[in-house]
C-alpha cells in the first residue's frame, strides 16, 4: 500500500510529461484548422496523405539512409575503441573512458558549431589546404558535413554499451576457449562477439535513434540545403505554424522508430535465447 502511495508522484509526473504530450500530439495529428484555435479543429487525416508524397518520403529516406550510415560507422570505429578500453589496465581504462565522455559534458550545439571553425570555407582546415598551395575545399552543407557531425556528436552512445558489456566477460570463458585450442580470431569471434552483442544492439539502438530525428546537426552543418525529417517538423512549429502536419510526422517519426526498436529488441532476444526483451 506504502509503495502504491509511493509512486502517485511518478504517476503524475508521467501523466504531465508523458501521456498529455503525446496524446495532445495525436490530436494535433489526426486534425485540421487554425493551430492557435482549438475551436477550428476538425478531424482528418489530410495531414497524413500530404506527408506520404514523393517531396516528403524522399526527405525521410534521405533521413534514416544517412542516420543507417553513421550508425554503421558508429559501429566500426566504437567496437575496436570499446574493446581497446576494456583491455586496458584499471586507472588508465579509467581515464580513456572520462576522454570519451567529456566532450559529452559541453553543450550538444557548442560541440556542433565547433566544426563550423574546422570545415568552413575560412576554417582552420582549408586554410592548411591553401598554405601547402592547394584550392580550398567544400566541406560545408552538405550530407557529408552533416555525416560527420552525427558520428561525432553520436560514437560515445555507441562506445559505453558495447564497453560496458565487454569488461562484464567472464575471463574464465575466454581462458577455457584458449585451453581448448582456440586461435585469437576464433576466441573473439566465437565468445566475445556473440557475448558482446547486446552492447551492440543497445549501441545501434542509441545512436540510429537520435540520428534519425535530428534537426540541429543538419541545420548547422547542412546549411539547410538538406533538410531531414527533423528540421521539417521543426519547420513547421516554429516558422510555418501547421501544427497539424508537424505532428502527423512526428507521430510518422515515433512509428518508424518504435518499429526499429522492436527490431533490435526481437534480435537481441533471440542472440540471449528469449526472455527479457522489450517486445
Not at 570519451?100 to 550538444?108: A, D, G, K
Not at 542509441?206 to 543538419?218: E, G, K, L, R, Y
Not at 512509428?255 to 517486445?279: N, P
Request: aromatic share 14%; hydrophobic share 55%.
Amino acid at each position: 500500500m506504502k509503495m502504491k502511495k509511493a509512486a502517485y508522484p511518478y504517476i503524475l509526473w508521467m501523466a504531465i510529461f508523458i501521456v498529455i504530450p503525446l496524446f495532445l500530439i495525436l490530436y494535433f495529428a489526426f486534425t485540421t484548422g487554425d493551430s492557435q484555435n482549438f475551436a477550428t479543429f476538425q478531424f482528418s487525416i489530410d495531414n497524413f496523405k500530404r506527408f506520404f508524397t514523393p517531396m516528403y518520403l524522399r526527405v525521410l529516406g534521405r533521413s534514416v539512409n544517412l542516420a543507417f550510415v553513421s550508425t554503421i560507422i558508429c559501429l566500426i570505429l566504437g567496437y575496436p575503441m570499446a574493446y581497446i578500453i576494456s583491455k586496458a589496465k584499471t586507472r588508465k581504462r579509467n581515464m580513456m573512458v572520462l576522454m570519451l565522455v567529456i566532450p559529452m559534458w559541453m553543450n550538444f550545439l557548442l560541440r556542433t558549431y565547433a566544426w563550423l571553425t574546422l570545415l568552413g570555407r575560412n576554417g582552420f582546415i582549408n586554410f592548411v589546404i591553401t598554405k601547402i598551395g592547394f584550392k580550398p575545399l567544400e566541406l560545408m552543407y552538405n550530407d557529408k558535413a552533416v555525416l560527420l557531425g552525427m558520428v561525432y556528436n553520436f560514437l560515445p552512445f555507441m562506445v559505453l554499451p558495447i564497453y560496458t558489456v565487454l569488461i562484464k566477460i567472464e575471463k574464465s570463458l575466454i581462458e577455457a576457449a584458449e585451453d581448448l585450442g582456440a586461435s585469437k580470431l576464433e576466441v573473439f569471434s566465437k565468445v566475445v562477439l556473440p557475448l558482446s552483442m547486446p552492447g551492440i544492439i543497445t549501441g545501434i539502438t542509441m545512436v540510429f535513434i537520435p540520428a534519425v530525428s535530428t534537426f540541429v546537426i543538419s541545420a548547422l552543418l547542412g546549411g539547410n540545403k538538406y533538410n531531414l525529417i527533423g528540421n521539417l517538423v521543426e519547420q513547421q512549429f516554429r516558422w510555418t505554424g501547421d501544427w497539424h502536419f508537424g505532428s502527423s510526422m512526428s507521430i510518422i517519426l515515433m512509428i518508424f522508430i518504435l518499429i526499429t526498436m522492436a527490431l533490435t529488441s526481437r534480435f537481441d532476444k533471440e542472440k540471449e535465447g528469449g526472455g527479457g526483451g522489450l517486445w
